[in-house]
Structures are given as C-alpha cells and as structure tokens.
T-cell receptor
C-alpha cells in the first residue's frame, strides 16, 4: 500500500534554532499533505494544509512565519520550525492521501521534537 | 460548528469484546475513519465507512449510521496489544479530516 515517510523521527535542538522535518510520499504523488501536532494525551491538531506549487493554508492560531511549509514537489513537503522554543516541543505528524481514488489518509511515522 | 465525540477512556478484559462509540456533527460527510494509535507512534488505519452498515475486518468491525451521526468500533477477542488510543475521524465536505479526541483503551489481564 501507499507509504508516507517522515524524517527525522526524533530531534533535540537548542532554543532559538530552526528544525526542518521532511514528509515524503513514497509510491504516489501527493498534491496535498497535512501537518499535525499532537501534545501528550491529546488528539491530532491540524496545523496546515500543504499544497504543491502554492502557499500552504494555515489553521487559525498557527503562526505561518514560525512554521514554514514548503511543498516543492509532488512527493515532498517540509515543515520548518523557526526559532524554536521549549513550548514548541511536541509530536509532529504529516499525512497525505493518494489522489488515485483512495480516501485513506496515510501518516508519516511522526517526529518527536524536544527543544531545550 | 463541527464536533466529534467519543469516550475519553475505556477498560476491558483480555479476551472480551469492547465497543467504542463515536458521534459526529460535521459540515458534510465523505466518510468516517477509525485509527489506532499507540503511545508515541503515529496513527495506523483501521477502517473506513461511507455507507450505512457494518464493515468487518478480522477481530475489528466498524458500524456507521449516517442518519444518526453515529459510528462504533467493535473489537473482539481482545489482546493486550490492543491497548492503545482509538481515534474517530470524519471527512467533511471539503475532504478535511475532523478528529475526535480519541478513546484510550486499557486492557486488563
């Protein structure tokens, strides 16, 4: 079946630095990818919808200048957390749907970000 | 507004059967999903219902009633590895997934 790969799975960074997370669809072309964050014991919160070749659509309350999304190709979307702070520590997950008719959302493995 | 409701936590015994309910109110409906999520991991797909009725897949079954805005996930012959959170999600008219908060299922020996 379709697979979405996310990298890195874990990252620890210093406060004030930036971190880039990659999300790749491995056997299908994803015109749209979704970025979520999940705090402990809470459900997924949609941050933004990444659209290939155009600007991402951010959910209310999500700072687009802090969470930079680039969807430069049909198989790759990146999320960059800029000037990270400890409160940005969270589990970030991407997902994508195969546009060839499947409705299931495939998830990346997730990235555990810890800002120290 | 859009809303997905499911119980916060449930406890069941190994070998038994458990039913996790989900009710929803969304702007449009393009299907309902159930995902399993173990702590610290990404969700994994369990089932998809778009028509009324029961879909069975091994030990897991999912039911949908669109007129009632209701679904349930039925887990049979529970195993300890089934301890996880179970997320209900509805795809709305814009093909966006609206997520429930998840139900933490605790399996006891």
């Amino acid at each position: 079946g379709a697979v979405v790969s996310q990298h890195p799975s874990r990252v620890i960074c210093k406060s004030g630095t930036s971190v880039k997370i990659e999300c790749r669809s491995l056997d299908f072309q994803a015109t749209t990818m979704f970025w979520y964050r999940q705090f402990p014991k809470q459900s997924l919160m949609l941050m933004a919808t990444s659209n290939e070749g155009s600007k991402a659509t951010y959910e209310q309350g999500v700072e687009k200048d802090k969470f930079l999304i680039n969807h430069a190709s049909l198989t790759l979307s990146t999320l960059t957390v800029t000037s990270a702070h400890p409160e940005d520590s969270s589990f970030y997950i991407c997902s994508a749907r195969d546009p060839r008719g499947e409705t299931e959302a495939f998830f990346g493995q997730g990235t555990r970000l810890t800002v120290v | 507004g859009q809303n997905i409701d499911q119980p916060t936590e449930m406890t069941a015994t190994e070998g038994a059967i458990v039913q996790i309910n989900c009710t929803y109110q969304t702007s449009g409906f393009n299907g309902l999903f159930w995902y399993q999520q173990h702590a610290g991991e990404a969700p994994t797909f369990l089932s998809y219902n778009v028509l009324d009725g029961l879909e069975e897949k091994g030990r897991f079954s999912s039911f949908l009633s669109r007129s009632k805005g209701y679904s349930y996930l039925l887990l049979k012959e529970l195993q300890m590895k089934d301890s996880a959170s179970y997320l209900c999600a509805v795809m709305d008219s814009n093909y966006q997934l609206i997520w429930g908060a998840g139900t933490k299922l605790i399996i006891k020996p």
